[in-house]
């Protein structure tokens, strides 16, 4: 064991597995380990700054260990805001994961702002071109960032042809909450997609995660766009590639049924 205590805000655990390297646990629920956290912020951040193509001011809600932040500023983005609801987090895994972050939250484009992210949602007045919803899944202090008001919120705060990308848990385990999460996301956006990645470490097949904008062009762009757009940024990944892009977007018929 690393670290085990409560924060101000949920139960935390980091320790070691021979297969996994570190874990991060939060309220009991494994988060992100070093050995296969390049699935998840891989795809959750470069599928839609890829697909956008000239995001300059991108949010991250939640995502406190920095694996998301780290992979939006291999991106040109001008400006990266974190807003993460528990400091412990972002200390602790800048001590004992360094190599989820590496640096990002020094990073001069990065802003941090620790709060709930539901509240700064509905207070800001600024606007972002890419929102990435890095959070726990929607209990605790996680609900908040599962809201038809968060999504309405985040709609909001959407430059014109602004994407939102959701955590959507791993629809064998979390059906009701991805039928949930799509029918409140297609409240607000007019063109609503769901992709998939497999993470090691979750077990019951594919995560979900939510696309959502106005701007249905992005969810057809061709491989051909996507492979220019990447090869522009002469950066090396592990599991994105322009073709994972566009096949993650096709989903088995059990997923698709939960999509209403
Ligand atoms: N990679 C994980 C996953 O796959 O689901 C998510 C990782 S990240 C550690 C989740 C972060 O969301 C945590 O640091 C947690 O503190 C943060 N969080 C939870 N609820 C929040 C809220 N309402 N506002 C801001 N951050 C929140």
């Known amino acids: 064991m690393v670290f085990e205590d409560k924060t101000e805000h949920q139960h935390l655990i980091l320790f070691d597995n021979p297969i996994f390297g570190r874990v991060l646990a939060l309220d009991g629920i494994v988060q992100t380990t070093e050995r296969d956290e390049f699935f998840y912020h891989e795809m959750l951040v470069h599928v839609p700054l890829v697909a956008h193509g000239a995001a300059q001011n991108v949010l991250i809600i939640g995502g406190g ?89 985040c709609k909001r705060c959407l430059s014109p042809g602004g994407v939102l990308v959701t955590q959507n848990g791993v629809p064998f385990f979390q059906a009701d909450e991805l039928t949930r999460a799509g029918r409140r996301l297609r409240q607000e956006f007019s063109d609503v997609g769901f992709y998939t990645v497999p993470v090691p470490t979750y077990v019951g097949g594919p995560m979900t995660l939510g696309f959502s904008t106005d701007n249905p062009d992005l969810h057809r762009l061709g491989t051909d766009v996507l492979a220019a757009r990447f090869a522009a940024l002469e950066i090396t990944t592990r599991y994105y590639t322009p073709h994972v892009h566009r096949a993650a977007f096709d989903l088995p018929g059990y997923i698709t049924a939960l999509i209403p």
């Open 65 to 153: 260990d920095g694996g998301s932040l780290r992979e939006v500023l291999r991106h040109p983005v001008e400006h990266a805001t974190l807003v993460e609801l528990d400091r412990t987090v972002i200390d602790l895994c800048t001590e004992h994961l360094p190599g989820l972050s590496q640096g990002a939250f020094d990073d001069p484009r990065t802003q941090v702002h620790i709060g709930n992210g539901g509240r700064f949602m509905a207070d800001t007045e600024q606007k972002f071109d890419v929102i990435i919803v890095d959070s726990t899944d929607p209990m605790g202090p996680g609900e908040a960032l599962f809201t038809q008001a968060f999504y309405g919120d």
